[in-house]
């Protein structure tokens, strides 16, 4: 029997669902429903967030906005699993601790430095190119990536299974892939979710302390950026947008525990 998605977990699919639509279609529907450009911080008047400080129509930004919040968050954490889970999974399934140390120590070196240290710096260099803070916040997730994995990964590696694959004389990336591998994706794909939510407010962070896009980037993070001085004047400039970055981090954080959750 087929078992239906509960109310919390249709509840969590909404919540990404929103947001996730806004980013992929608003861009397409921008030019459509945006009129022009106003006074500074106009509520009414033809526009129905009201303006930004530069006399920009809000929904407009909100539409135009979405894939730089969450695009290059994505990119980050593609980017991190696509290097470290090959670098886990290396390293549980090799007999060699000498492999195991050199795999894992080198990466580690790269936990304890603060994030925003990391975007700050190449922020300085490279401001306006989101795949410059794509690849920082990317290179953040690989060593947590490498380590979940390889902590998922041990048991499988050195079962019966991995070993009854390796005495038929499965090749190596059989053995690491197709079984390893794809006992450990329950968990890397419900960790993708949470560091998911992660990685948007890292950016959203970096572009709100303007270490990322330009300070006249539709993206959300500027928006909010630029809109809070005049909170109580206009707030749908700063409320709109971190209400969509809220609900796409929550609704993915809740999608990711219930996945968890499915699989014990």
Do not use: K
Not at 91 to 103: F, Y
Not at 173 to 179: E, I, S
Not at 211 to 223: C, I, K, M, R, Y
Request: glycine residues 12%; contains cysteine.
């Amino acid at each position: 029997m087929t078992r239906r998605p509960s109310v919390g977990t249709a509840a969590a699919a909404l919540l990404v669902a929103v947001p996730l639509a806004v980013a992929v279609l608003g861009p397409l529907l921008a030019d459509a429903v945006t009129p022009p450009d106003g006074a500074p911080y106009t509520l009414g008047a033809g526009h129905p967030l009201g303006t930004d400080r530069l006399g920009r129509d809000v929904l407009g930004l909100l539409l135009r906005g979405g894939p730089s919040a969450l695009g290059v968050a994505c990119c980050a954490v593609a980017l991190g699993h696509l290097a470290g889970a090959p670098l886990g999974l290396a390293a549980a399934a090799t007999r060699h601790r000498w492999l195991d140390e050199l795999l894992m120590r080198p990466v580690e070196l790269l936990l304890p430095i603060p994030s925003l240290l990391v975007i700050s710096v190449v922020g300085v260099g490279w401001r306006g190119h989101p795949e410059a803070i794509a690849l920082a916040v990317g290179a953040l997730n690989v060593p947590a990536v490498a380590r979940l994995v390889r902590a998922a990964a041990l048991d499988a590696a050195s079962g019966p299974v991995a070993e009854a694959m390796r005495m038929q004389g499965e090749s190596r990336a059989r053995v690491l892939f197709g079984h390893v591998g794809r006992a450990v994706l329950p968990v890397a794909a419900a960790d993708a979710g949470t560091r998911v939510g992660a990685a948007v407010f890292t950016v959203a962070a970096a572009n709100f302390l303007g270490l990322g896009l330009e300070p006249t980037s539709p993206d959300w993070g500027v928006t909010i950026a630029g809109g809070r001085e005049a909170l109580l004047v206009q707030p749908w400039a700063v409320c709109a947008p971190a209400a969509l970055l809220v609900m796409f981090t929550v609704g993915l954080n809740l999608l990711a525990d219930r996945l968890l959750r499915s699989r014990r």
